[in-house]
């Protein structure tokens, strides 16, 4: 499901989804969706890079990972505020996957998958940000069932598999191998540009 969020990118208008494919995370943390309809943990990862360059007319964008290795951002002509950007700021990805809101059997449904999305930006005038959100119902058959990990895998309509971490060991129980189910979870990705902190600028 990353390949999912890492499309948006595109849509978000800041990195080129092929330069977003390799990134290095280097935050990680799982978040939890309370309530009785299959709330699930979900993985949300943080990606820093410091702005080393930028071309505003050519729309190209530099920027140093914390492995130590500096991209080339492509920059679309979606993205807002692009003269807000200067070098030394730092480039911020958030990536959250894989928050199962519901999941249960669909017995007479056909598979098939939905997307709505939901695209947020900054202000005019303020650094660049935005946030993608995603809501997708997915109707496929159960491939996989881990009980030790508490993962299901469904295989959807045009042959994927995905793998959705289920909280309720129970509601496991109540599925096999084979079964039609239905399933709603969200994703999202959230980029913003901000100035330096007096600590960020201390480690350059």
Known sequence: MQKMLYSTLVALAVVSSTVSANLPATKAKLMELKGDSGGAVASEVEVKATITAIDPKKRIASAKFPDGSTRKLTISEGARNLEQVKVGDILTMRFMESLVVNLEKATDAKPSKTVTEDLSRAKKGDKPAGVMRSKITLVGKVSAIEESSQVVTVRG???EELEFPV???????L????????VIYTEAFALSVTAPTAAETKKK
Not at 167 to 173: E, G, S, V
Not at 175 to 182: A, E, I, N, S, Y
């Open 157 to 159: 309509p045009e042959g």
């Open 167 to 173: 909280k309720d060991p129970a509601r496991l129980k």
């Open 175 to 182: 599925l096999k191998t084979g079964d039609l189910v239905r």
